[in-house]
């Protein structure tokens, strides 16, 4: 099941409600962002973006962003 996420969470940081602060996530990893403290980044627009995802310090403690989404396999092929 795929899930709509706010990127810039509505109620804990005022994000806005459109498209462009929407992610597609399975309920898996839309969980894992709530419960678990992790960050989304987006460069770029449309299928050209790259989806970071940014653990929180007890995961990384330099928080590095890891390559989300379909560019991950891209960038392997």
């Not at 992790?38 to 007890?58: C, E, K, L, Q």
Request: glycine share 10%; proline share 5%.
């Amino acid at each position: 099941m795929v899930k709509v996420h706010h990127i810039r969470w509505w109620k804990r940081h005022h994000g806005r409600t459109d498209l462009s602060n929407g992610i597609l996530l399975c309920e898996t990893c839309h969980h894992r962002i709530h419960d678990n403290g992790w960050g989304i980044r987006v460069d770029g627009a449309g299928t050209a973006a790259h989806v970071w995802f940014i653990p929180p310090s007890y995961v990384d403690p330099a928080q590095t962003p890891r390559l989300g989404g379909r560019a991950r396999f891209d960038i392997a092929a």
